[in-house]
């Protein structure tokens, strides 16, 4: 299939588009989906029936003079992470042990999507209950990353990264752990961003770990990112952790004046571990930022030298928790053949659960253990505290902080399976946003050698998607990213 041609029928199908019926646009978006899904494997399912009568609904909608400005997204096609809820659809979160469950409900994200006018043409692909950085550990098959199928596109949101850099969907929904939005926004060379915890209700959001887990938003400009966090941010009675905090006009407030900003750069951070070609892009992109009038200025961020290990910790002890619930009785696989409900228990975790899951699992119950709790757990969430103090102290100095969003471009397929903690490194730059609770969102900053996206991202204080917003649309105005995905990778 050619690279073009597919562009620009995604193009029709985007949030901006007013010259085409949702049903048309809807109907392009389940073509290119069921088209390239042997390739990029980046749905698990794909609704046509049920796209199709959403778009003839908002059709009747506009047909019938409700407005446009009462329909935001205005039936622009929608990709959902198989881990949100969505009514009649599956929600395996990529393991054996829910691949027959269907939710009885929407999340709360589904439900404004809808009411703004969002069209969900299907589930994607994911890392098994959101724990990987490659969306390799999928029972259902690895994605792979639409600019060169050969290498991964980030996990563990890859099915929505892969969905929207094929130009499949103008936008998708993924979630955030420790930086499963953003990391494969940047392998895939698009815009995403990981709101403040609390923006957005996690009521429908399969849990992980419940205090670093978040809906994020992928598309292919900020424009977009700006558009659905305005439809789906704000207080959820559903969820005592979502805040009762204003919601701005974050896509009427764009403009493209910075002059003044201040940008903190924590140079430690640029040192050991980082590719060449990565470092160079993000180092341009600063520039970029200083010709458009920002101060840069140096933070020092003293503590994220333990991030990871922080990370892994309280991440795998809220998941040991958490996937608890997982027993074969109330809902998902159950293995029937099990004699006593001791061995039933057993064998549905066994045989429903893939490695990566029960290695977490098993790493959460070490550390909450009789004996361990105080030398792991408890030490590491002392240490998450002196890293909200050295983001407190930094935004004394800026407005936002700019690093890299991945060490590297995206790697080999099957390059990092055997070797856990080389996998985990990927995300040594995003892990330390979610532990804070503080905003995000990485934007495309240019191509490797090799012509591989390469992504930066910015960070700020709680509440501040505004300012972010703001920064990343003043970058891609002045430096955008007009590469495409290569034909062979889109080819069926």
């Given at each position: 299939?050619?690279?073009?041609?597919?562009?620009?029928?995604?193009?029709?199908?985007?949030?901006?588009?007013?010259?085409?019926?949702?049903?048309?646009?809807?109907?392009?978006?389940?073509?290119?989906?069921?088209?390239?899904?042997?390739?990029?494997?980046?749905?698990?399912?794909?609704?046509?029936?049920g796209a199709l009568l959403q778009a003839e609904e908002y059709d009747r909608r506009r047909s019938n003079k409700q407005g446009d400005e009462l329909i935001?997204?205005?039936?622009?096609?929608?990709?959902?992470?198989?881990?949100?809820?969505?009514?009649?659809?599956?929600?395996?979160?990529?393991?054996?042990?829910?691949?027959?469950?269907?939710?009885?409900?929407?999340?709360?994200?589904?439900?404004?999507?809808?009411?703004?006018?969002?069209?969900?043409?299907?589930?994607?692909?994911?890392?098994?209950?959101?724990?990987?950085?490659?969306?390799?550990?999928?029972?259902?098959?690895?994605?792979?990353?639409?600019?060169?199928?050969?290498?991964?596109?980030?996990?563990?949101?890859?099915?929505?990264?892969?969905?929207?850099?094929?130009?499949?969907?103008?936008?998708?929904?993924?979630?955030?752990?420790?930086?499963?939005?953003?990391?494969?926004?940047?392998?895939?060379?698009?815009?995403?961003?990981?709101?403040?915890?609390?923006?957005?209700?996690?009521?429908?959001?399969?849990?992980?770990?419940?205090?670093?887990?978040?809906?994020?938003?992928?598309?292919?400009?900020?424009?977009?990112?700006?558009?659905?966090?305005?439809?789906?941010?704000?207080?959820?009675?559903?969820?005592?952790?979502?805040?009762?905090?204003?919601?701005?006009?974050?896509?009427?407030?764009?403009?493209?004046?910075?002059?003044?900003?201040?940008?903190?750069?924590?140079?430690?951070?640029?040192?050991?571990?980082?590719?060449?070609?990565?470092?160079?892009?993000?180092?341009?992109?600063?520039?970029?930022?200083?010709?458009?009038?920002?101060?840069?200025?140096?933070?020092?961020?003293?503590?994220?030298?333990?991030?990871?290990?922080?990370?892994?910790?309280?991440?795998?002890?809220?998941?040991?928790?958490?996937?608890?619930?997982?027993?074969?009785?109330?809902?998902?696989?159950?293995?029937?053949?099990?004699?006593?409900?001791?061995?039933?228990?057993?064998?549905?975790?066994?045989?429903?659960?893939?490695?990566?899951?029960?290695?977490?699992?098993?790493?959460?119950?070490?550390?909450?253990?009789?004996?361990?709790?105080?030398?792991?757990?408890?030490?590491?969430?002392?240490?998450?505290?002196?890293?909200?103090?050295?983001?407190?102290?930094?935004?004394?100095?800026?407005?936002?902080?700019?690093?890299?969003?991945?060490?590297?471009?995206?790697?080999?397929?099957?390059?990092?399976?055997?070797?856990?903690?080389?996998?985990?490194?990927?995300?040594?730059?995003?892990?330390?946003?979610?532990?804070?609770?503080?905003?995000?969102?990485?934007?495309?900053?240019?191509?490797?050698?090799?012509?591989?996206?390469?992504?930066?991202?910015?960070?700020?204080?709680?509440?501040?998607?505004?300012?972010?917003?703001?920064?990343?649309?003043?970058?891609?105005?002045?430096?955008?990213?007009?590469?495409?995905?290569?034909?062979?990778?889109?080819?069926?």
């Amino acid at each position: 299939m050619n690279a073009e041609r597919h562009t620009a029928n995604a193009q029709d199908s985007g949030s901006n588009s007013q010259d085409a019926t949702a049903h048309a646009r809807t109907s392009r978006a389940l073509d290119a989906a069921e088209r390239l899904n042997p390739t990029l494997n980046a749905f698990l399912q794909i609704d046509r029936t049920g796209a199709l009568l959403q778009a003839e609904e908002y059709d009747r909608r506009r047909s019938n003079k409700q407005g446009d400005e009462l329909i935001p997204l205005g039936g622009t096609p929608v990709a959902i992470k198989d881990n949100i809820c969505v009514r009649g659809l599956q929600a395996s979160c990529g393991s054996h042990i829910l691949e027959n469950y269907q939710p009885p409900y929407d999340a709360t994200a589904i439900e404004r999507l809808r009411r703004a006018g969002g069209i969900i043409i299907g589930k994607t692909n994911c890392d098994e209950f959101a724990m990987g950085s490659s969306n390799e550990n999928s029972a259902f098959g690895a994605v792979r990353n639409p600019w060169n199928t050969k290498l991964v596109p980030g996990g563990s949101s890859g099915g929505s990264a892969a969905a929207v850099a094929a130009r499949i969907t103008p936008v998708a929904l993924g979630s955030e752990t420790g930086g499963s939005v953003r990391q494969p926004a940047a392998l895939c060379g698009i815009v995403g961003l990981k709101p403040t915890y609390g923006r957005i209700s996690r009521y429908g959001l399969v849990a992980f770990g419940s205090s670093l887990d978040q809906i994020g938003i992928f598309s292919l400009n900020v424009q977009d990112v700006a558009k659905v966090l305005g439809v789906i941010a704000g207080r959820d009675e559903r969820d005592a952790t979502s805040a009762d905090v204003a919601v701005p006009d974050y896509a009427g407030n764009l403009t493209n004046e910075i002059k003044g900003a201040r940008i903190g750069v924590p140079r430690a951070l640029f040192g050991e571990g980082l590719d060449e070609e990565v470092r160079e892009k993000v180092e341009s992109a600063i520039d970029v930022y200083r010709d458009l009038g920002a101060e840069v200025v140096d933070v020092d961020l003293p503590h994220s030298r333990y991030a990871i290990a922080v990370y892994y910790i309280i991440a795998t002890a809220e998941a040991s928790s958490n996937l608890a619930r997982y027993d074969g009785v109330r809902y998902g696989v159950r293995a029937e053949e099990a004699a006593t409900l001791d061995r039933m228990y057993r064998r549905t975790r066994e045989h429903g659960f893939g490695a990566e899951v029960k290695r977490r699992i098993m790493l959460g119950t070490y550390v909450l253990s009789s004996g361990y709790y105080e030398a792991y757990y408890r030490k590491a969430q002392q240490v998450r505290q002196l890293l909200r103090e050295d983001f407190r102290r930094a935004f004394e100095k800026c407005d936002a902080i700019l690093t890299p969003t991945t060490p590297t471009t995206a790697f080999p397929l099957g390059a990092k399976t055997d070797d856990p903690l080389a996998m985990y490194l990927n995300d040594i730059y995003t892990c330390t946003a979610n532990l804070v609770g503080i905003p995000g969102i990485s934007v495309p900053c240019g191509l490797s050698s090799e012509n591989l996206p390469i992504g930066m991202q910015l960070v700020g204080k709680h509440w501040s998607e505004k300012t972010l917003l703001q920064l990343a649309h003043a970058y891609t105005e002045a430096q955008p990213f007009t590469a495409l995905p290569p034909a062979t990778a889109l080819a069926t």
